[in-house]
């Protein structure tokens, strides 16, 4: 459930809630308004918590690579070197 779902079930338990005034047998709507701004909240709650967690559960990961080449004979020493540094977080 995302956030736009979230506000819309919050919206029309709001709704059943506040403005509908039918007395029907067997289904208290006020209740069933309730219910649904309830689960809304918990749903949008919900999608803010995962928000950058996209990627799934395991958080974050940036990998940096560094990679210079063996430069020409004339214009010095020099080695070529490759680093990779790996950040979770």
């Known amino acids: 459930m995302g956030i736009g779902v979230g506000i819309f079930l919050i919206a029309i338990g709001a709704i059943l ?4 005034n ?3 047998t067997g289904v208290d709507l006020q209740t069933v308004g ?3 701004m309830i689960v809304g909240s918990a749903g949008i709650l919900v999608s803010l918590l995962f928000w ?3 990627g799934g559960f395991g958080g974050r990961r940036r990998t940096e690579i560094t990679e210079t080449t063996e ?3 004339y214009a010095g ?3 070529g070197r490759r680093v ?3 950040d979770r977080f």
């Open 77 to 79: 020493t020099g080695t």
């Open 71 to 73: 430069p020409p004979p």
């Open 84 to 86: 990779i540094r790996e």
């Open 17 to 20: 809630t506040f403005a509908v």
């Open 52 to 54: 950058s967690t996209w």
């Open 22 to 24: 039918v007395r029907t």
């Open 34 to 36: 309730s219910i649904l």
